[in-house]
């Protein structure tokens, strides 16, 4: 009997708490600054926008945070989510690497972003909030939280970014059909859209721009919190669910991977997977087996690779605290790239943080050697990736083909963070031969990193 | 600890045979008659379409007949699929029942269908044949087959209704994302299809003319064979597994349905759920559970509710077998609803038989109360359910729902035979209050009947 394709954890053994990565790191990062005072933000500061449990575990530096049984209760929907070996991708390459990926797609949302919604959700609806605002790009985040509030009562208003707003309504119909209001970005309803309205009237939106929008909804309405699908530590935190997942399940294989590769827009995916296994590294001292950690980019908006770690706010309007991250700068508008999950112009800080700490690395691919590493793993495995876990088998196939040419068998792990079943006119353009890669403006670039705030060391 | 959510078989018990009712059947169905010679037709009248295994499987009277271990391997991909207890529909409809379901939606192409594609690709493949030719309306069935077909190397040509071709492009962007070609039918490249286009150049196609084109070319083309996604006997077999694995996972649920529940076009995922549990009751001669089983249909393509049990063509051509099954008559256009997977004729000749010894029920409902039925599951389940399986739903609720209404605890099956996340169109339409109940036109179907072929009796 050869080694099975999948490995199903049983439900009781989903894990019972969250990996906070904070407990084990060398140096903390750097605080976020109240870009008024400069000074570090602190729980007060962000009550208007969160419920008090978030803010908790966003500060918190215990090791283990309990997930509560409600939130767990959702998680059996789809948790354990499996994990698979690649049989026929490996055989397809040729490669003697052994190919296993952690698949995020089975969620009802299709992809990893129900993770930490549904525990934001609950959150919230434990403090008594009845509103939820957020923003959403291509839309897997904003349907993943219109699917949460269903669940919990919750009434969740979603600003899209136009231009995906109008492009793709698939998605916006999957967020209405969970309940959720979904209005495109920017919009007459906040102070923050009007004025680029003002300005344009045909304004593409942004992702920045769409935060800014929920978040002054939020901090103007007493019964209104916000939610955030990705950057801050209490997101990453949840999506530790995967690796510590991924663990048990390597232990099921009887084996250890040697390479860990994420996608990264944010942040929370690469998070997710990686950080149980960088903190049994850190913890370990040396005497756990060294694995090396990719974060895959798209090289259309570099954050990791070309972007500056310093002081940045999280949104266009800067009503955000200051992050200390790797920005492009919160004023860069990334091209149109199909992989709308990706196109951020930050990094979360506690990813950037374990970059400088050079406890991973990070490497940037264009979307069309992307579709094509899909394409062929649609071919083989079945699953057709999304245009965001594309730049992950983009990544696990670079390896694999290394270790090919180096005569190698390693473990290569990569998160498959959601299924691409929305985002088939993407692949029909790629098809087509009419997805071109894209380049972003060097010169608004090196305007936006010199327009970073100023923070004294 | 409550009941768990999903019941999860391991991959070393995934059934190793499927079943076959003919074996358990107390009379056998009427066998498919030469057109011309109105005898029953025998192996070699159907080797231009078939090759000789998946014939010898149509005629054969084995209970038992063994899945290749390469059909297997595949299968891991996915399956076991997981059956699901819907706690949270229950309490969302108040009802006393237990509520199961089986959820397909968990394969690469989203529904059941590719537990016959994988099969019917590997069957021809080791029969040495390059190509295979098949109908799609929606195109559930033909991204299933590109699937398969992408995995032992085939070449795949699909012959797509024009409405839903020019319509609904996303599964067509699947099909050619596994590499298989995707032509509008009525098409240029038959006799058939050029025939009708000669008349309207604008015709909109239909599922028994897709049918005649895709069995033309394989008639033709010596190195080309069919591939029929439902209604045949072994495509029926080929998705007993489903039944055979919610009877493993209901022994771990310490329960057993009192009520089973498919949706039906062809009749393949009803007869996949159900058939098992059939056999079983049909050998038992009364000693066993005696379960009621529920064929619900859209009430405007109702075959079992209000068709004809007699001998009918499978396409609008007149190319095919005459077969026994409960049929509208093929000359019959179904109006254009958003189930499009049960937009046919006729009913599969095993579940039309099953009805005709009452071993079955139907009923049939329009499509407004499916979705609402269908948004209801997705708010409460999480999952957004194909059109198809909204009936499935329907059937569910309403069982419930008596059950609440009589104070009884039943146990309730159903199949969700597939996701909707490509048909989000129709729910926006549902949504938007655009989606009407559609009503086929009384006076053709009385004439389509009134033309159906003359058969002795």
Not at 263 to 269: D, P
Request: charged share 20%.
């Amino acid at each position: 009997m050869s080694t099975p394709t999948k490995f199903v954890l049983d439900e009781s053994k989903m894990p019972r708490h969250w990996y906070n990565i904070a407990a084990d790191l060398p140096t903390p990062p750097a605080p976020p600054l109240h870009p008024g005072t400069l000074q570090p933000v602190g729980p007060d500061d962000l009550a208007p926008l969160f419920p008090m449990e978030l803010i908790l575990q966003e500060v918190s530096s215990e090791r283990e945070v309990p997930i509560p049984e409600p939130v767990r209760e959702v998680f059996r929907l789809w948790r354990p989510s499996p994990l698979y070996r690649a049989h026929r991708l490996e055989k397809a390459l040729g490669t003697p690497a052994k190919i296993y990926y952690k698949y995020e797609g089975v969620s009802p949302a299709g992809s990893h972003k129900p993770n930490t919604a549904v525990p934001q959700a609950w959150y919230n609806a434990q403090a008594g909030i009845r509103k939820l605002t957020t923003e959403t790009g291509a839309g897997q985040w904003g349907s993943s939280l219109a699917f949460a509030g269903a669940l919990f009562g919750l009434d969740v208003t979603v600003y899209q970014v136009r231009i995906s707003y109008d492009q793709k309504p698939y998605r916006r119909a999957l967020m209405e059909t969970y309940g959720a209001r979904c209005l495109p970005s920017p919009s007459d309803t906040t102070n923050s859209g009007r004025a680029v309205l003002a300005k344009d009237p045909n304004h593409p939106g942004s992702l920045g721009l769409a935060i800014s929008e929920a978040v002054e909804i939020a901090a103007t309405h007493d019964d209104t919190k916000y939610a955030l699908g990705s950057v801050l530590n209490h997101v990453l935190m949840h999506q530790t669910i995967i690796g510590q997942e991924a663990m048990l399940q390597f232990e099921m294989a009887g084996d250890d991977p040697d390479v860990i590769i994420g996608c990264t827009g944010g942040g929370s995916n690469f998070a997710g997977i990686t950080f149980p296994f960088i903190g049994q590294q850190l913890r370990g001292k040396g005497k756990t087996k060294q694995r090396r950690i990719v974060a895959v980019e798209p090289a259309a908006c570099p954050s990791l690779t070309r972007g500056k770690f310093a002081y940045d706010f999280g949104d266009t309007s800067h009503l955000t605290p200051l992050v200390k991250m790797h920005t492009l700068g919160s004023t860069f508008t990334p091209p149109g790239f199909h992989a709308g999950g990706l196109r951020y112009h930050g990094m979360a800080p506690l990813v950037s943080h374990l970059a400088e700490l050079d406890l991973i690395e990070a490497t940037a691919y264009q979307q069309t050697e992307c579709f094509a590493a899909g394409v062929l793993f649609a071919r083989a495995e079945g699953i057709v990736p999304a245009p965001e876990a594309n730049h992950a088998v983009k990544g696990a196939i670079v390896e694999a083909l290394r270790c090919k040419a180096e005569g190698k068998s390693q473990v290569i792990l990569f998160n498959l963070s959601g299924h691409g079943h929305f985002d088939m006119a993407s692949y029909m353009a790629y098809s087509a031969g009419k997805l071109t890669d894209q380049a972003y403006d060097e010169r608004e670039l090196a305007m936006a990193l010199a327009g970073l705030p100023s923070v004294p060391a």
